[in-house]
């Protein structure tokens, strides 16, 4: 079993930056690919970037050179910084933790970019 805990979420302008955060609990981490979804009213679920567990990286063209994933094993997190954001990428913000058949969600972080 994994729970995952969002923050980071919040207000900010275009243009601006936000960093979410994602903290799992379970001692196998390491082992989990780690991805960050967003889901927009009225839109469903993306893939917004994920993570293997040996660090390859995977980016939605809508936010290759402004967002970075990263993840620290030792802490039991990964982090997605944020630039140049803009109002298409308000969205709710999910964690997600997947292993073969097993796959977790967090309960998401809300992110709202507008002047």
């Known amino acids: 079993q994994v729970q995952l805990v969002e923050s980071g979420g919040g207000l900010v302008q275009p243009g601006g930056s936000l960093r979410l955060s994602c903290a799992a609990s379970?001692?196998?981490?390491?082992?989990?690919?780690m991805g960050w979804y967003r889901q927009a009213p009225g839109k469903q679920r993306e893939l917004v970037a994920r993570?293997?567990?040996?660090?390859?990286?995977t980016y939605a063209d809508s936010v290759k050179g402004r967002f970075t994933i990263s993840r620290d094993n030792a802490k039991n997190t990964i982090d997605l910084q944020m630039n140049s954001l803009q109002p298409d990428d308000t969205a709710v913000y999910y964690c997600?933790?997947?292993?073969?058949?097993?796959?977790?969600w967090g309960q998401g972080t809300q992110v709202t970019v507008s002047s």
């Open positions: 379970g001692s196998i981490f390491r082992l989990y690919a």
């Open positions: 997600r933790a997947f292993l073969s058949a097993s796959n977790y």
């Open positions: 993570i293997t567990s040996g660090g390859n990286t």
